[in-house]
């Protein structure tokens, strides 16, 4: 059963810098896996910040883009979120999410529906 571990929250001024990371357990061996993170507002649906194809490929929300980078690990038991030029809109809890697969089109990479293994969610906070 895959497990997913999130840590390195906090709180942060705006224009800081915090880095997620996500820890990856459980997979059987052989398996592959897109990893995301995700983040949900007091009020607001989830939504995608960005994710990684198992080779490495990138998606970011429109919102992120420029300040975020998602990255993993050789092993891909690592994922981690560098969050730089952080504003108050970003604000939200954030979860790592893992979904079965190689690759996925940008739309279904960023919808949370794809995603079936999430974590506990870590609490980022900019003020």
């Known amino acids: 059963h895959v497990q997913l571990v999130e840590s390195g929250g906090g709180s942060v001024q705006a224009e800081g810098s915090l880095r997620l990371s996500c820890g990856v357990s459980?997979?059987?061996?052989?398996?592959?896996?897109?990893m995301g993170w995700f983040r949900q507002a007091p009020g607001k649906e989830r939504e995608a910040v960005a994710t990684?194809?198992?080779?490495?490929?990138?998606t970011y929300a429109d919102t992120v883009k420029g300040r975020f980078t998602i990255s993993q690990d050789y092993a891909k038991t690592l994922i981690s979120l560098q969050m730089d030029s952080l504003v108050p809109e970003d604000t939200a809890v954030y979860y790592c999410?893992?979904?079965?697969?190689?690759?996925?089109?940008?739309?279904?990479?960023?919808?949370?529906?794809?995603?079936?293994?999430w974590g506990q969610g870590t609490q980022v906070t900019v003020s």
């Open positions: 999410a893992a979904a079965p697969g190689n690759n996925y089109a940008q739309a279904r990479a960023l919808s949370p529906d794809t995603y079936i293994h």
């Open positions: 459980g997979r059987s061996s052989g398996s592959s896996f897109c």
């Open positions: 990684i194809s198992r080779d490495g490929s990138a």
